[in-house]
């Protein structure tokens, strides 16, 4: 089967710069997850969808992050305006359900200039 | 949440020689998670043990929960250069938290 597929694989734009983010569950997958991964840390739970309905996102900065899941499949993750902070390796991962084994892709490194 | 604690932050070891990692917790799971993660890559599932199981072996991976003293250890035997990588733990709550991970550096 297919992996999870995240795109771009890296991205560089300056401080106060829009930046999309995009993954494509493994299909089948009801629950995906967005993480954001600083150097050294372990993955930061942003958000977690079960099929379109976002079920958790209490770590997710809200005044400049946003996230949705079309018809419950592939997602999005936007930054607007992007901070310096905000540089790190974001990571989509999905499950058949929660609690369940997660398949990750291998990220989005963004770099904040 | 329940996130895991892994220990020692760092492991540096032989080839062929063996590599123990911890994980602390603090409330009640019903299953307990390890991942593997290569350096610029996303997280690899290695193996799940449920609260109901002490032991659990994957290959060469070996995994042992005790649920009374709310720890996991992962023993990876005979390693191999292509061990290297950082290892995670995770719970199994509502909403999954990882550690900070055990860096693992195997010397050929």
């Known amino acids: 089967e297919a992996g999870v597929v995240q795109s771009p694989r890296y991205k560089i734009i300056e401080k106060k710069q829009p930046v999309a983010f995009w993954c494509n569950p493994i299909?089948?997958?009801?629950?995906l997850y967005w993480y954001r991964q600083n150097l050294g840390q372990g993955p930061e739970l942003l958000i977690r969808?079960?099929?379109?309905?976002?079920?958790?996102d209490s770590q997710l900065p809200k005044d400049r992050f946003s996230a949705e899941r079309l018809k419950g499949v592939d997602s999005t993750l936007k930054i607007q305006p992007a901070e310096l902070g905000d540089s790190a390796v974001y990571l989509c991962?999905?499950?058949?359900?929660?609690?369940?084994?997660?398949?990750f892709g291998d990220g989005t490194r963004l770099s904040i200039l | 949440s329940q996130q895991g604690e892994e220990d020692p932050q760092a492991l540096s070891i032989q080839e062929g020689e063996n590599a123990t990692m911890n994980c602390s917790y603090k409330t009640s799971i019903n299953n307990l998670q390890w991942y593997r993660q290569n350096s610029g890559r996303g997280l690899v599932h290695l193996i799940l043990?449920?609260?109901?199981?002490r032991e659990k072996h994957s290959g060469r991976l070996r995994v042992t929960l005790d649920t009374s003293k709310k720890s996991s250890s992962l023993l990876i035997t005979a390693s191999r250069a292509a061990d290297t990588a950082s290892y995670f733990c995770a719970t199994d709550a509502v909403d999954m938290r990882f550690g900070a991970g055990t860096r693992l550096t195997v010397k050929p």
């Open positions: 991962a999905s499950s058949y359900a929660v609690n369940q084994p997660q398949h």
């Open positions: 043990i449920r609260s109901n199981e």
């Open positions: 969808y079960e099929n379109e309905e976002a079920v958790d």
């Open positions: 299909s089948g997958h009801n629950t």
